[in-house]
Every structure is written in C-alpha cells, then in structure tokens.
C-alpha cells in the first residue's frame, strides 16, 4: 500500500491510466497482453479502471464476472453479495478460482461498517487478507480508529472511508465531505483515507452543500485510497452517464494526477441494474477519451 502515495507527477499519472484504459477498451487483451504488446519493460499498471459489483447487483458472481469480462474489465471492487465475508476457506477458494477463470481480481471490497469491536474488525482483516484485498471502502464509527490504527498497520490494508451523501430524514451522511473524513483521520495511521463517490458528492447539493468532486480529492491528497466514479441527475435522482449530469471526468482526472493517485478508480453505476453493460460501456469509452486528453 506504500505505492498509494508515490509517484506525484502528472507525467507518470498519464502513463499508468494509458495502461489502464488499454485493459478496460480491449475486451480480448488482458493487462499483461498489453504490457507485452507495449513492451516487456512496461512497469506493472499502478491506476487500474475498475467496477464496484453493485453496478452487477441483480447478477449471481459468475454472471457479473462474465459481463465484466465482456468489457474487458480486469479489476474490481466486490461486495457482499459477490464475496461473502462469511465465506469459508473452500468457499473463498472456489470464488477465487472463478475470478480467475473469468481474468478478474479482486482488489478492494465495500461499503464495510466498522465499530470499536477490534475482534470484529480482525476478523474482516483476515477476510481481506485470505482473498488479497488492498483496500475496504468503509464506513467507520468514529470510535472505531483506535482498533483500525493497528489493524492498518498489521495488514497493511487500507480503510478507505466512503461518503453517502443525503442519509435520509434531511440529514447528510456523517461522512458525508472530504473535509470531515480529512479531519477524523489526520491523527490516524497514513493508510486511513477515503473513498471518494463522485455520484454521492453530487447528491449532497439536494441538501445545499455543493461538493465539487476535483477538489475533494485535493482535500485528501495522498490519503486518496480509491474512487467510486459516477455521475448523477439531481433533479432525475438517477445516476447517469458520465457527461449527462454534472461529474467533470477530465477535472477529477486531473485531480488525481495532482496528489499522486495510484489506486483503483471503480465505475459504480445504481442506474439500470437489470442491464447496466451498455452505460457502463459509455462511462468506460469516455473515461478513456478524458485520459487522452491529458496525456
């Protein structure tokens, strides 16, 4: 997790996303096939396009993965229904090797509640662990950094928070700001951050705070451990197409460049969960077309 917070120049920020768009635009060519293709001196992709399994939520695991593959994605972020952290170890075993058959590896897992219950949180520590996770999109009780302090440091798995946006009843999530996530985890272990969601940081202007997604990320600087990207129709209440609402790819992306970003950026798409490929394709074609445009 040390990678998270090197490599600041926006040079070296287009170079990996270049890598990262080959493997997400060519269904038949996986990120190795492409290394080769660039060259065998090619460094390993740090900046990965990847997808949250919600987006595929309506789908068995085989059925997202065989859609993922399909986009030639090659990465993703899991959650519970996909990779069950009840799994046991032949469970765990028979889910990988899925994941394998069908090219795509799991590097994060989330929305993942923390408390102060340090055995708790073991617990999912190891669950991270056995499956090789890099990374939990989180949403954790202030009460609960005490425990995730050492457990950051054991594992060395990131606990990226995750803001929600509206909570309900007029209230917004307690997370809800790159600024109130920056000052509860300032003290804290350096692999403690966030998890940015463009769609939910638009959502907060239906109650008045109106988050511009480029600059949450400039809040967090190097504690940027993830991204869910979307776009999102405030009036509609929808999550859209990148471009359709008011998510600036091109800004965030620059915004990454900025703090040295080297994690998962995972489209998350809540709109159309009986059939999301075709706009997760578009989302997929433009976030393509926003790094050419910073290269």
């Known amino acids: 997790m040390s990678d998270f917070v090197s490599k600041n120049s926006r040079r070296v920020f287009v170079k990996q996303a270049s890598l990262a768009l080959l493997g997400t635009s060519l269904a038949t060519t996986s990120i190795l096939k492409a290394q080769e293709f660039l060259g065998k001196k090619q460094p390993t992709p740090k900046i990965i396009l990847g997808v949250q399994t919600y987006t595929y939520r309506n ?88 425990s995730l302090d050492k457990l950051c440091a054991e594992y060395k798995i990131a606990i990226a928070i995750h803001p929600h946006g509206p909570a309900g009843k007029g209230q917004l999530h307690r997370w809800y700001s790159a600024e109130l996530i920056m000052a509860g985890v300032k003290d804290h272990h350096p692999l403690i951050g966030s998890c940015l969601d463009t769609g939910h940081l638009i959502r907060s202007a239906q109650l008045g705070k109106n988050l511009d997604p480029a600059t949450e990320v400039r809040t967090m600087g190097k504690r940027n451990f993830g991204m869910h990207l979307k776009d999102h129709d405030n009036k509609k209440h929808t999550d859209v197409v990148f471009g359709k609402g008011v998510l600036d790819v091109d800004s965030v992306l620059k915004a990454l460049s900025d703090v040295g970003f080297s994690g998962m950026i995972s489209i998350e798409y809540e709109a159309n969960p009986q059939d999301p490929s075709p706009d997760l394709k578009a989302c997929i074609d433009i976030f393509n077309t926003a790094v050419k445009k910073i290269s």
């Open 59 to 146: 789908f068995d695991l085989e059925t997202a993965l065989k859609k993922m593959k399909e986009l030639g994605v090659t990465q993703a972020e899991f959650y519970q229904k996909h990779i069950p952290a009840t799994s046991t170890p032949e469970q765990l075993k028979a889910i990988l090797n899925l994941c394998k058959e069908y090219g795509v590896k799991p590097v994060a897992f989330g929305v993942q509640k923390f408390t102060k219950d340090h055995d708790a949180n073991k617990k999912m520590f190891d669950f991270g662990k056995a499956v090789g996770f890099t990374a939990f999109s989180a949403d954790p009780d202030p009460d609960s950094f005490e």
